[in-house]
């Protein structure tokens, strides 16, 4: 079964540089979510989309912002990279944005920030 | 303050011996996941429970959502060294549809 993209898998950048992360939902899932995970730390939720409108926000940078495509895929774009934004970026995505709909998750893409 | 808290943090078994994960919080959650994590990789979902009470049984493991919908456990019977990974409890609470993710538990068995 198809699962959720994400491109690239890892990223190295420089400081103040900027960053521009893919994601490809499951084929017929409508709802896109980012999340950020330190090392050693659990994913923390960051945005949300659904039919291409931000559904939900969390602890998102305002150096970060993201989209979702009428394709439905989704990108995160982030500026003036800094040391501590380090860290895996995983998207999931669902079949819908109900409380009860799985997430399913991509293999992530580490950022590396030099 | 963590919102969903899993014990015990750290696990080391021997092949064959059963143990029981918990996730618990002060809140109550619409729906929780159970994941398992690979270092480098992305959480793999195990199973979604919604209903208060719910058991669901995935092979050797079985998960519990507690009947106020505020904890649950995951017990694995006869581990084995496959079973070795980081696992995650996270849940949707609120009116939203983000994930809070449990504080995990690392789990390693050994021949």
């Known amino acids: 079964a198809a699962g959720v993209i994400q491109s690239p898998r890892h990223l190295i950048k420089e400081k103040r540089e900027t960053a521009t992360l893919k994601c490809y939902p499951i084929?017929?899932?409508?709802?896109v979510y980012w999340y950020q995970q330190g090392p050693g730390q659990d994913p923390q939720f960051l945005i949300s989309?659904?039919?291409?409108?931000?559904?939900d926000k969390g602890s998102i940078p305002d150096r970060f912002s993201a989209q979702q495509f009428s394709d439905y895929h989704s990108e995160l774009n982030m500026s003036s990279l800094e040391l501590g934004d380090s860290a895996l970026y995983f998207c999931?995505?669902?079949?819908?944005?109900?409380?009860?709909?799985?997430?399913?998750f991509g293999p992530g893409t580490r950022l590396t920030v030099l | 303050t963590q919102l969903l808290e899993q014990s015990p943090q750290f696990l080391s078994i021997q092949e064959g011996e059963n143990l029981t994960v918990y996730c618990n919080s002060s809140?109550?959650?619409?729906?929780l996941q159970w994941y398992r994590q690979e270092p480098g990789e992305g959480p793999v979902l195990l199973v979604t429970?919604?209903?208060?009470?719910e058991v669901k049984k995935l092979k050797r493991l079985t998960f519990q959502f507690g009947d106020a919908r505020k904890d649950s456990s995951l017990h694995i019977t006869a581990a084995q060294p496959g079973d070795t990974g980081l696992y995650l409890c996270?849940?949707?609470?609120?009116?939203?549809?983000?994930?809070?993710f449990g504080t995990g538990t690392q789990l390693k068995v050994e021949l």
């Open positions: 429970v919604v209903t208060g009470g």
């Open positions: 084929p017929r899932h409508d709802t």
């Open positions: 996270a849940g949707v609470t609120g009116g939203g549809n983000k994930l809070t």
């Open positions: 809140s109550v959650f619409s729906s």
């Open positions: 999931a995505s669902s079949l819908a944005p109900g409380s009860t709909d799985t997430q399913y």
């Open positions: 989309f659904y039919e291409k409108m931000q559904s």
